[in-house]
């Protein structure tokens, strides 16, 4: 346990950027928020936020890898750049069904989720190709 406790502190510490978004998201999808009659006039406002979210955190993560690594590791980066806020995007669905009362998980929420991490791996490639040069 202690092992595991060190090596997320040692991950926080290297990419804080990256931990601070993803905490940001934890809080944020279990706040209870008041519904923004302003907003309703646009459609899928809800989606484009989640779109927005996860994309931009997956942006921060392929910035923060990106500079602190010389070479790039596609194993790790399709790992926790890709497969890993897709898994916890559906996790928070579920608790959010399931565990509270004030909130729904939904699956177009996770669709969407799902569509800002893939934007995000392009323009990790894209600005992978252009820093390395």
Not at 41 to 67: A, S
Request: aromatic share 16%.
């Amino acid at each position: 346990m202690k092992d595991i406790l060190q090596k997320t502190v040692q991950i926080a510490k290297k990419y804080p950027f990256s931990t601070c978004c993803i905490v940001l998201i934890w809080i944020l999808s279990f706040l209870p928020f008041p519904e923004m009659e302003s907003l309703e006039d646009v459609p899928f406002v809800d989606k484009w936020t989640h779109v927005v979210m996860y994309g931009g955190t997956c942006c921060v993560i392929w910035m923060e890898y990106i500079r602190k690594h010389v070479s790039l590791d596609a194993e790790k980066l399709f790992f926790f750049a890709w497969l890993l806020p897709i898994v916890m995007s559906g996790v928070i669905e579920l608790l959010q069904e399931y565990c509270t009362t004030y909130r729904g998980g939904e699956w177009l929420d996770l669709a969407a989720n799902s569509t800002g991490v893939t934007l995000a791996v392009i323009y990790g490639l894209i600005f992978c190709y252009f820093y390395k040069k």
